[in-house]
């Protein structure tokens, strides 16, 4: 057996043992007295016993060692603004942060929800959340009010820490009038709002409510706030996603298993040093950002670089300039930045001495063979696409490296992570599938390795039902996905079963646009499909019958109406949920007993056959989105 597949053997037969070895990568204040607790599927508890602190382990843990090692590398290509934290002087300012958050009233388990751009602040307000064992509900900045509202309305925070705005492209996106109208549309009502100030926007703020990070920092200067000792099973955040229906699943994680995890990784998959410098190119908001720019890497002993801008602004090279700069060793961005950057002129890429770095991690979406040929030939260190997803907080497929280098392939994620008992299995009969290239959904089976999320927030039997009993007579994890598994025992991924789309990396639920669609006065019904795209992956469709279309009489009308319905989606969702077209039909493709055929309307605009069409109502209503895409 080679010392990978030994490994993965080990991590499923032996499972205690494997895993009781990982949990010696962290610092435990009490060691844990149980390794995996199973007796209650599909609820897996991990490290039970044992007392930790995530923030412990990001920060102070490595003051001993590295205290005046960079730990937090702040760029913000938009306002220029560069700031290096060392360990101590994170070290401070999170405990400054956790000063703050406990003088407006948060104590242990209460919620913080943050709704942040990409500044040094939201780390020290996650970590110091961390700190004193609230727990953060990071909301992407990029989401607008009616996003932010159900999002408070679900995590009921004490506390929401927000900024003035955010910046791309050099335009400014006020928060803070996005966020009151949030507030206003929730029922839930934080006590208290904490406001960055960045000077790029106005802010109103509401006496009694509204409180500044500077002005209440400067009393909270040199606070000394020790670490709370949490119980492995407490609750370290909630991460807001989308799925099936319109309403988001607050994911729950917990904090020892966490730590654990995502130490484990650090050394066997992205195989980073203490000491060296990681850069993810994600946000806050996603996954991406809490594992692998926030606690990954510090947990590791690693400086982190936090980065605000795109890929491309001043120049194609501001990446590859910070890779030169800080010595980068370990890089995790999103095939769609890549294909954004293949579109620039490839002198920028040579422009910089990348030396220093020995690995490319990518995910979040399917990585296509042209784009990591590019890339890959561009860099000349290996390209490492990994697959997982906001559930499981790590990845779930790609090959570790830092137990055995192992080949990609190009196309594949690569084969299942230690802990993850991956099968696929036939979408309706449950039946495994064990032959090479057979297409089924991709499944995990139990119990969930440590970090995995403990349940949805508030809502065990929705974690339940959705995740776990989705394939008949089987209680397995869902992951929503389908795929196939080659000779080698190397898995591909084909696409979502539900209706989830992939926009730019972004996982936007179809069900949450077509909502915010429909209320718009003159929209009578609204279809909304992911449609293939060579820059973004996918982009949404909507499908669209009017109210009243007297008014629709010309190409400049529709256009409008088109127009105003996107602006809708802005403002309501935020401007990442946009659909890329708005089209107009008088009605919409569907079963005799009402189901809309999304799937069909998805492959007519992918120039696909649309498949078996014999429940349709209506045959003219798919003719007329051919007719609208061919003209
Ligand atoms: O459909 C899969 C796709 O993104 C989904 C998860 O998205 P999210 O919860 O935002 O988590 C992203 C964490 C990296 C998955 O169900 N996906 C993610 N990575 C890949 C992928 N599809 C193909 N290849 C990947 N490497």
Same mark, same amino acid.
């Given at each position: 057996?080679?010392?990978?597949?030994?490994?993965?053997?080990?991590?499923?037969?032996?499972?205690?043992?494997?895993?009781?070895?990982?949990?010696?990568?962290?610092?435990?204040?009490?060691?844990?007295?149980?390794?995996?607790?199973?007796?209650?599927?599909?609820?897996?508890?991990?490290?039970?016993?044992?007392?930790?602190?995530?923030?412990?382990?990001?920060?102070?843990?490595?003051?001993?060692?590295?205290?005046?090692?960079?730990?937090?590398?702040?760029?913000?290509?938009?306002?220029?603004?560069?700031?290096?934290?060392?360990?101590?002087?994170?070290?401070?300012?999170?405990?400054?942060?956790?000063?703050?958050?406990? /003088?407006?009233?948060?104590?242990?388990?209460?919620? !913080? =929800?943050? @709704?942040? %751009?990409?500044?040094? $602040? &939201?780390?020290?307000?996650?970590?110091?959340?961390?700190?004193?064992?609230?727990?953060?509900?990071?909301?992407?900045?990029?989401?607008?009010?009616?996003?932010?509202?159900?999002?408070?309305?679900?995590?009921?925070?004490?506390?929401?820490?927000? /900024?003035?705005?955010?910046?791309?492209?050099?335009? !400014? =996106?006020? @928060?803070? %009038?996005?966020?009151? $109208? &949030?507030?206003?549309?929730?029922?839930?009502?934080?006590?208290?709002?904490?406001?960055?100030?960045?000077?790029?926007?106005?802010?109103?703020?509401?006496?009694?409510?509204?409180?500044?990070?500077?002005?209440?920092?400067?009393?909270?200067?040199? /606070?000394?706030?020790?670490?709370?000792?949490?119980?492995?099973?407490?609750?370290?955040?909630?991460?807001?996603?989308?799925?099936?229906?319109?309403?988001?699943?607050?994911?729950?994680?917990?904090?020892?298993?966490?730590?654990?995890?995502?130490?484990?990784?650090?050394?066997?998959?992205?195989?980073?040093?203490?000491?060296?410098?990681?850069?993810?190119?994600?946000?806050?908001?996603?996954?991406?950002?809490?594992?692998?720019?926030?606690?990954?890497?510090?947990?590791?002993?690693?400086?982190?670089?936090?980065?605000?801008?795109?890929?491309?602004?001043?120049?194609?090279?501001?990446?590859?300039?910070?890779?030169?700069?800080?010595?980068?060793?370990?890089?995790?961005?999103?095939?769609?930045?890549?294909?954004?950057?293949?579109?620039?002129?490839?002198?920028?890429?040579?422009?910089?001495?990348?030396?220093?770095?020995?690995?490319?991690?990518?995910?979040?979406?399917?990585?296509?063979?042209?784009?990591?040929?590019?890339?890959?030939?561009?860099?000349?260190?290996?390209?490492?696409?990994?697959?997982?997803?906001?559930?499981?907080?790590?990845?779930?497929?790609?090959?570790?490296?830092?137990?055995?280098?192992?080949?990609?392939?190009?196309?594949?994620?690569?084969?299942?992570?230690?802990?993850?008992?991956?099968?696929?299995?036939?979408?309706?009969?449950?039946?495994?599938?064990?032959?090479?290239?057979?297409?089924?959904?991709?499944?995990?089976?139990?119990?969930?390795?440590?970090?995995?999320?403990?349940?949805?927030?508030?809502?065990?039997?929705?974690?339940?039902?959705?995740?776990?009993?989705?394939?008949?007579?089987?209680?397995?994890?869902?992951?929503?996905?389908?795929?196939?598994?080659?000779?080698?025992?190397?898995?591909?991924?084909?696409?979502?079963?539900?209706?989830?789309?992939?926009?730019?990396?972004?996982?936007?639920?179809?069900?949450?646009?077509?909502?915010?669609?429909?209320?718009?006065?003159?929209?009578?019904?609204?279809?909304?499909?992911?449609?293939?795209?060579?820059?973004?992956?996918?982009?949404?469709?909507?499908?669209?019958?009017?109210?009243?279309?007297?008014?629709?009489?010309?190409?400049?009308?529709?256009?409008?109406?088109?127009?105003?319905?996107?602006?809708?989606?802005?403002?309501?969702?935020?401007?990442?949920?946009?659909?890329?077209?708005?089209?107009?039909?008088?009605?919409?493709?569907?079963?005799?007993?009402?189901?809309?055929?999304?799937?069909?309307?998805?492959?007519?605009?992918?120039?696909?056959?649309?498949?078996?069409?014999?429940?349709?109502?209506?045959?003219?209503?798919?003719?007329?989105?051919?007719?609208?895409?061919?003209?």
């Amino acid at each position: 057996m080679t010392a990978y597949a030994d490994f993965y053997r080990r991590s499923l037969d032996d499972r205690d043992a494997f895993w009781a070895e990982q949990a010696r990568l962290i610092d435990w204040q009490t060691p844990p007295q149980a390794v995996c607790d199973w007796s209650q599927p599909p609820f897996a508890r991990w490290f039970s016993g044992g007392t930790t602190n995530l923030c412990h382990n990001a920060v102070d843990r490595h003051l001993k060692d590295r205290a005046d090692q960079p730990a937090l590398i702040y760029v913000s290509s938009e306002t220029g603004e560069e700031k290096v934290y060392t360990f101590r002087e994170l070290h401070s300012e999170v405990q400054r942060a956790a000063a703050m958050l406990k /003088a407006l009233g948060v104590r242990k388990g209460d919620r !913080v =929800l943050v @709704y942040m %751009p990409m500044i040094a $602040e &939201a780390a020290f307000t996650m970590l110091a959340c961390a700190r004193i064992g609230a727990v953060h509900s990071v909301v992407f900045g990029g989401f607008a009010s009616v996003s932010l509202a159900s999002r408070i309305e679900d995590a009921q925070p004490r506390l929401i820490v927000s /900024a003035d705005a955010g910046s791309r492209a050099g335009k !400014v =996106l006020a @928060y803070k %009038p996005l966020l009151d $109208e &949030a507030i206003r549309l929730s029922s839930h009502k934080p006590e208290a709002v904490l406001m960055v100030n960045r000077g790029l926007a106005p802010m109103t703020m509401q006496p009694g409510r509204d409180h500044g990070w500077t002005g209440l920092g400067e009393q909270h200067r040199g /606070a000394q706030v020790p670490c709370e000792w949490l119980d492995a099973g407490d609750i370290s955040y909630t991460i807001y996603t989308s799925g099936t229906t319109g309403r988001p699943k607050g994911v729950q994680r917990d904090t020892g298993g966490y730590a654990v995890a995502l130490a484990a990784s650090m050394k066997h998959i992205f195989a980073g040093n203490a000491g060296e410098t990681y850069f993810s190119t994600s946000d806050i908001g996603w996954v991406v950002g809490h594992s692998y720019i926030v606690y990954g890497p510090l947990i590791a002993g690693m400086a982190t670089i936090m980065y605000e801008g795109l890929p491309i602004r001043p120049d194609a090279g501001i990446w590859w300039s910070l890779v030169e700069k800080y010595k980068v060793t370990v890089m995790f961005s999103a095939p769609t930045a890549v294909r954004v950057l293949r579109k620039q002129d490839p002198a920028f890429l040579k422009k910089y001495d990348l030396s220093s770095l020995r690995a490319l991690f990518l995910a979040g979406e399917p990585l296509d063979e042209p784009t990591g040929r590019w890339i890959s030939d561009s860099l000349g260190v290996p390209i490492i696409d990994n697959y997982w997803q906001t559930e499981s907080g790590w990845p779930i497929l790609t090959v570790a490296n830092g137990v055995e280098k192992m080949p990609s392939k190009f196309g594949s994620p690569g084969v299942p992570m230690y802990g993850y008992n991956v099968k696929l299995l036939h979408e309706s009969t449950g039946e495994e599938l064990t032959g090479a290239n057979e297409k089924g959904v991709v499944v995990i089976e139990g119990p969930t390795p440590p970090g995995f999320m403990q349940t949805v927030w508030r809502d065990d039997e929705r974690f339940v039902n959705t995740y776990w009993k989705s394939i008949p007579g089987k209680l397995v994890y869902s992951t929503f996905d389908w795929g196939i598994r080659d000779e080698d025992g190397y898995f591909y991924i084909l696409g979502r079963t539900d209706d989830v789309i992939n926009v730019a990396g972004h996982r936007l639920g179809t069900r949450e646009i077509e909502e915010s669609i429909s209320s718009h006065p003159n929209v009578a019904e609204v279809a909304v499909v992911g449609v293939a795209d060579a820059l973004k992956g996918q982009v949404a469709m909507a499908f669209v019958v009017a109210r009243d279309t007297t008014a629709l009489t010309d190409d400049a009308a529709l256009l409008r109406l088109e127009g105003d319905i996107m602006k809708q989606v802005d403002g309501q969702l935020g401007a990442v949920a946009r659909p890329a077209r708005v089209r107009f039909v008088s009605a919409l493709p569907k079963t005799r007993s009402g189901k809309l055929l999304r799937r069909a309307i998805q492959a007519v605009c992918e120039g696909r056959d649309a498949g078996d069409l014999t429940t349709i109502e209506d045959p003219s209503a798919l003719q007329q989105i051919r007719d609208l895409l061919a003209k």
